[in-house]
């Protein structure tokens, strides 16, 4: 294993790798040790007690936050007919069918959120194997296929600071929720939400203790133990 640089060191020095914090004292915490020249990314890794193997213990979802991600999100939109200037008119960046799908194909993948409205999906499924490792496929249960009436709501969720999260294969969920450079109480607050909408989320299957840990940290940064008992016990 590679040993870590001096900045990681003197960023790992002020946390206590033996406690676990409350979010507040996270955020802070993580805003601190943030030592890059770039405004590095605050991420939230949940290692859940649930078993993806097993279809009741299935887990994913979306949620809004409140504060965004601190970045543009590049919209396109899978769609025909008159759609295209509803989905247009909301600002989406991309908007197309068959042209725009050939330039996936291709390997243009300049974008962040994919909605399609249900009539595409047929021609859609054909880029899963492309969109599907970049978790960029749309999806009804994570609300990026809609009807054409839906897709100004579905565009301005996405604006906002619309997140999705998944079970991993090793049963933990990894999502951004801002960036170092935000106010503490305000990657706090998205934190609330994305918490609020994973517990919303518990699968029939799930037993015992939900989550088994959760860290906080940024891009670069050294990990951050939570406490997540107190917001868990309040569910």
């Known amino acids: 294993m590679a040993k870590q640089g001096k900045k990681y060191q003197e960023a790992a020095k002020i946390i206590d790798k033996e406690k676990l914090y409350t979010p507040e004292e996270a955020m802070e915490l993580a805003k601190k040790a943030a030592y890059t020249k ?4 605050v991420e939230l890794h949940l290692r859940m ?8 213990q299935q ?3 979306v949620a809004l936050l409140p504060n965004g991600l601190g970045k543009k999100v590049r919209i396109i939109v899978f769609t025909q007919g008159e759609a295209v200037k509803v989905a247009e008119d ?5 908007v197309g069918d068959d042209e725009l799908i050939k330039k996936i194909e291709d390997g243009w993948l300049e974008f ?3 909605i399609a409205t249900p009539d595409m999906m047929a021609k859609v499924s054909k880029l899963g194997r492309i969109l599907g490792r970049k978790g960029l496929m749309p999806n009804p ?13 579905v565009i ?10 998944k079970l991993d294969k090793t049963a933990i969920i990894h999502v951004p929720i801002g960036k170092a450079s935000f106010e503490g109480q305000k990657l ?6 994305l918490m609020d909408a994973v517990i919303k989320g518990k699968p029939s299957g799930a037993k015992g203790h939900y989550i088994k840990s959760a860290t906080i940290t940024t891009t670069m940064g050294p990990g951050i133990k939570l406490d997540v008992h107190p917001i868990l016990a309040a569910a």
């Not at 007690?49 to 009741?56: G, K, S, T, V, Y």
């Open 38 to 41: 770039f405004d590095e990314t």
């Open 49 to 56: 007690n649930l078993d993806p193997r097993h279809a009741d």
């Open 59 to 61: 887990l994913r979802g």
């Open 90 to 94: 909301e600002g989406a960046d991309f």
């Open 112 to 114: 962040d959120v994919a």
């Open 141 to 153: 249960k994570a609300g990026t296929v809609a009807p054409p009436q839906n897709l100004p709501r």
């Open 156 to 165: 301005s969720d996405a604006r906002k600071g619309r997140v999705e999260f």
């Open 188 to 193: 706090t607050e998205n934190f609330n939400a």
